[in-house]
T-cell receptor
Framework: DSGVTQTPKHLITATGQRVTLRCSPR?????VYWYQQSLDQGLQFLIQ???????AKGNILERFSAQQFPDLHSELNLSSLELGDSALYFC??????????????FGPGTRLTVL | AQSVTQLGSHVSVSEGALVLLRCNYS??????LFWYVQYPNQGLQLLLK??????LVKGINGFEAEFKKSETSFHLTKPSAHMSDAAEYFC???????????FGKGTMLLVSP
């Protein structure tokens, strides 16, 4: 158990809908990262927040957005969902703001299925 | 831009045999390198990482990896495979300025009795 929690574990929805994925980082960690894992794209970095502020952006679609709240939990919002958005979404957390020596701890993931 | 190539989407070994999972990277700056393992229906767990210093890095569960700058490689090895090692392994790279990770496609390790 990494100490990172994600809810829900599974999510099934229809095309065009909007969903929110939630992540609680490990106690004391200030950074939260979101990743998408799909069969065709592999594991891709989406976005990082540090202490409430956006820190780095990866291959995140405009239909997706995220935020980190004062209690440091984070939410990833996915809207106008398409079949291709079906994937496993991981959250990771780390202590630091972006040092490459900082270790990221991954949550168990949320499996999103878009029908 | 950084990239990671993992040779072989699947590697099969017998229990007790040497495990070798290959990872090559490209980076415009000296990289930080990582190996993560993903067990079925679970998140990723850090096995080991190279940042600076000794190029041979020891990790958990008996795994180790060696950073070879001249070969731009960071192969993962374990002298003797165990059934519990069956999982998917990901190599990842980040540059010095950021902790965002670029992952390889992953290698599924299959261990037969």
């Amino acid at each position: 158990d990494s100490g990172v929690t994600q809810t829900p574990k599974h999510l099934i929805t229809a095309t065009g809908q909007r969903v929110t994925l939630r992540c609680s980082p490990r106690s004391g960690d200030l950074s939260v990262y979101w990743y998408q894992q799909s069969l065709d794209q592999g594991l891709q970095f989406l976005i990082q927040y540090y202490n409430g502020e956006e820190r780095a952006k990866g291959n995140i679609l405009e239909r997706f957005s995220a935020q980190q709240f004062p209690d440091l939990h984070s939410e990833l919002n996915l809207s106008s969902l398409e079949l291709g958005d079906s994937a496993l979404y991981f959250c990771a957390s780390s202590v630091d703001e972006g040092s490459s020596t900082d270790t990221q701890y991954f949550g168990p993931g949320t499996r999103l299925t878009v029908l | 831009a950084q990239s990671v190539t993992q040779l072989g989407s699947h590697v099969s070994v017998s229990e007790g045999a040497l495990v070798l999972l290959r990872c090559n990277y490209s980076s415009s700056v000296p990289p930080y390198l990582f190996w993560y393992v993903q067990y079925p229906n679970q998140g990723l767990q850090l096995l080991l990482k190279y940042t600076t210093g000794a190029t041979l890095v020891k990790g958990i569960n008996g795994f180790e990896a060696e950073f070879k700058k001249s070969e731009t490689s960071f192969h993962l090895t374990k002298p003797s495979a165990h059934m519990s090692d069956a999982a998917e392994y990901f190599c990842a790279v980040s540059d010095k300025g950021y902790s965002t990770l670029t992952f390889g496609k992953g290698t599924m390790l299959l261990v037969s009795p």
